[in-house]
């Protein structure tokens, strides 16, 4: 065999090799993220497409209407998520929605205006992602918002502010 043939042939294996390898690091790094920590994100929690039906759904059961305002890439916003919100309303214990501060995605609002996601945010004065808002069946702030995670005490500081909530609502009937 010509030594040119050859030459070919090593040099295609060696392509195979490469774009094998290729494909490994890029299927790594899609599980994994950049930081090599795995970026299996939480699923998110139900849309907040019309909070006036949230709200009212909410009432019904008794229950103020946790919004979760979260952003894209946000790994706070995934642990609340993962270890707070989602739990609970798995478990049918709070009527939470989310909504992403920084997109244009239609939404009713409580009083049953048209707006987008960004604009209910910036409208609610929602600055840092994520913060946990508490609402009544009218869209008004039932406890104070939980803003920013503050790891230490987080389960007990959204406890409090459910407990007021629900306090609020039950007074508001």
């Known amino acids: 065999m010509p030594a040119s043939h050859l030459a070919r042939i090593a040099a295609a294996r060696s392509r195979r090799h490469w774009l094998a390898a290729g494909a490994l690091l890029a299927?790594?790094?899609?599980m994994t993220g950049a930081s090599g920590v795995s970026a299996a994100r939480t699923p998110h929690l139900p849309p907040a497409t019309d909070l006036a039906a949230h709200g009212a759904d909410a009432a019904r059961r008794g229950e103020p209407l946790v919004v979760l305002v979260s952003m894209?890439?946000?790994s706070y916003c995934d642990a609340v998520r993962?270890?707070?919100l989602g739990p609970?309303?798995?478990?049918g214990e709070i009527a939470v929605r989310e909504l992403d501060m920084t997109a244009d995605t239609p939404l009713r609002d409580?009083?049953?205006?048209?707006t987008t996601a960004r604009a209910w945010a910036r409208a609610h004065q929602v600055r840092v992602a994520p913060t946990v808002l508490f609402l009544d069946r009218q869209g008004r702030?039932?406890?104070?918002p939980l803003r920013g995670m503050q790891p230490d005490f987080y389960g007990a500081y959204l406890e409090q502010a459910l407990a007021q909530a629900?306090?609020?609502?039950?007074?508001?009937?």
């Open 72 to 74: 894209p890439g946000c």
């Open 141 to 144: 702030a039932a406890a104070s």
């Open 110 to 114: 409580a009083d049953g205006s048209q």
């Open 27 to 30: 299927a790594m790094a899609a």
């Open 82 to 84: 993962r270890n707070y």
């Open 88 to 91: 609970q309303a798995a478990a």
């Open 166 to 173: 629900r306090a609020a609502v039950a007074a508001r009937k």
